[in-house]
């Protein structure tokens, strides 16, 4: 249900399992990755430490493992969404000629790929050729814990000169940290309204 919380123990958790028995470790043992097992009637309890990260039929393969671990993982990222958007939506200041896309679809698909674990959320002109300068920011948000990392950068377009909103800010506000995704979501529209604050590109302040 997406109106809930992420749950970010399964989080942690799942995105272990899934790293224990990937990439690298794909020949890794199941006890080495921290994995146990339990039946229970027609299914197989799938626990990392003490976080049940999965529930398998009785037969399974590593491979059947992996696509269940991303399975779970990507409704706790829809559940992310679902709790960072509201806060973006109201909070953050998107300059007129601009918009803000969440690119929760690509961030699916890379997931089901490759096991890719994070979610750009991206402020970016609508028609550039029409904006003597315009704002390009992305906010990276992690998906193994609420962190992220952010960049913004005024171009002005008939010269191409770029310049570094967040070059003086200090880490925490680049690469800031939460104990949940609704004040990531929070601190970040801060960290950005911030950078373009109290005196914007007088184009973008329009």
């Known amino acids: ?39 229970v009637n027609h299914s197989t309890l799938v626990r990392k430490n003490d976080v049940q990260v999965s529930t398998m039929p009785v037969r399974y393969s ?27 939506r109201e909070t953050l200041r998107v300059p007129r000629g601009h918009e803000m896309v969440i690119e929760l679809e690509e961030c699916l698909r890379l997931l089901r790929r490759k096991g890719n674990r994070s979610l750009s959320i991206l402020v970016r002109p609508l028609d550039p050729s029409v904006l003597p ?54 601190r970040m529209c801060e960290t950005i309204n911030a950078a373009t604050d109290p005196e914007p590109p007088s184009q973008l302040a329009a």
């Open 133 to 186: 300068a315009t704002l390009r920011v992305e906010m990276r948000v992690f998906l193994d814990a609420p962190r992220a990392c952010l960049f913004a950068i005024v171009t002005h377009e008939a010269t191409r000169q770029h310049i570094d909103l967040l070059a003086e800010a200090p880490k925490r506000m680049r690469v800031p940290r939460a104990d949940n995704y609704a004040e990531l979501a929070q």
């Open 62 to 88: 590593r491979h059947d493992l992996r696509v269940g671990f991303l399975g779970r993982i990507e409704n706790e990222v829809r559940k992310v969404v679902a709790q960072m958007e509201p806060i973006l």
């Open 1 to 39: 249900m997406l109106h809930t919380a992420p749950n970010l123990a399964y989080l942690k958790a799942a995105w272990a399992a899934f790293a224990g028995i990937s990439g690298p470790n794909a020949r890794q043992s199941y006890e080495a990755a921290g994995l146990s097992f339990v039946r």
